[in-house]
């Protein structure tokens, strides 16, 4: 009886959708490959007639979380070893649970007189908690939507099993940057990413993220719920005065605090303190605009060759940029692309609606 010890080296890998149009937000639960192989009459025991049912083996109980398992061999290879062994290098390199949460299989082999029989080993370096937590989705949106849900609780990390995946590490990065400004009000500080793809190829893949605050959670929270208090108060008051564009929102804000380059970026920062920066400024009437239901977009770019944020706004004659950084905030001060492009403002036009 001989045993081999496969090491399985992991890398954090997720199944994405490479293609960049949005597709509709769906989620499923993980399941296995194939329904339980077993033989009859021993649920304990699966069988395998051919090398692809043998993965698939391996496959159902890596999905399972099963520590040891047998699997009856029912093939004419002549090197069983082999076939076995390189089964279980490829469910630790190529299935996408399989190279997130396993460390290794071991094996040993009994020949029995119409087939061989395995005995299968397998340990672990994730948790069945962490494994459990694995959301599958299909399509950026819905992505971008769970980094979103992420953030807003401050989570520490998020697996994520997508399909059709054809990005990689700096695409992740960019979506969680994307899915801070979707939750101004809980944006109070952008974290530190660091992105895994499992494996390191394919389309199926699962994409681990972490997350590294610039505070711990219980200050974050705290910061949360005092920004949220005043963020209600602030809109109880605007709602008596009834309906508000989004250049009297901006007047109403800007009241309770000032543009400072060398301020705080959140929203925080400015109730606090009565001053923020540019991203301080526009994550704070973002905020604000989805309390009041005004559409409203964070937009980062350059100001005079100089990194800046504004918004853009929903208005009557369509959407237009509004920074208010800008001395006054009337209505003169809300642009269209050509004429803040004259200011000297610049921006990836793929990630706002045209204003023109």
Not at 301 to 327: I, K, S
Request: glycine share 6%.
């Amino acid at each position: 009886m001989k045993k081999h010890l496969l090491a399985g080296t992991l890398a954090a890998s997720l199944l994405l959708t490479g293609c960049s149009a949005l597709l509709e937000r769906d989620y499923h639960h993980v399941t296995p490959h194939n329904a339980a192989p077993t033989t009859e009459g021993d649920p304990s025991i699966l069988r395998a007639d051919s090398y692809q049912e043998l993965v698939n083996a391996l496959i159902y109980l890596v999905n399972a979380g099963a520590e040891t398992g047998t699997v009856r061999l029912y093939t004419d290879s002549e090197n069983v070893e082999a076939f076995l062994s390189d089964a279980c290098l490829e469910v630790v390199q190529e299935d996408p649970l399989g190279a997130y949460c396993v460390e290794f299989i071991k094996y040993s082999v009994a020949p029995v007189v119409t087939y061989s029989q395995a005995q299968v080993d397998i340990t672990y370096r994730r948790t069945r908690e962490q494994v459990d937590a694995i959301v599958q989705v299909t399509g950026v949106t819905a992505i971008r939507s769970e980094l979103s849900a992420a953030l807003a609780e401050f989570a520490p990390e998020r697996a994520l099993r997508v399909r059709y995946f054809e990005g990689d590490e700096d695409f992740i990065r960019d979506l969680v940057c994307q899915a801070y400004y979707d939750v101004p009000a809980q944006a109070l500080g952008m974290p530190e990413v660091s992105v895994s793809l499992y494996p390191d190829t394919g389309r199926q893949r699962i994409v681990e993220i972490l997350l590294s605050y610039p505070l711990d959670r219980s200050r974050l929270e705290e910061r949360r719920d005092a920004l949220s208090a005043h963020l209600d108060e602030l809109t109880l008051k605007l709602a008596a005065e009834g309906p508000l564009s989004p250049v009297q929102a901006a007047q109403a804000l800007l009241k309770l605090g000032e543009y400072d380059p060398l301020g705080g970026s959140t929203a925080y920062d400015l109730f606090r303190s009565g001053s923020a920066s540019s991203e301080g400024l526009v994550l704070s009437f973002a905020a604000l605009c989805q309390r009041l239901a005004l559409p409203c977009h964070v937009a980062q770019g350059f100001y005079q060759d100089q990194p800046h944020f504004w918004a853009v706004v929903l208005t009557g004659e369509g959407w237009r940029h509004l920074d208010l950084t800008l001395a006054g905030q009337e209505d003169g001060q809300l642009f269209t692309d050509l004429q803040f492009q004259e200011l000297g403002y610049s921006w990836d036009s793929s990630s706002l609606p045209a204003c023109i």
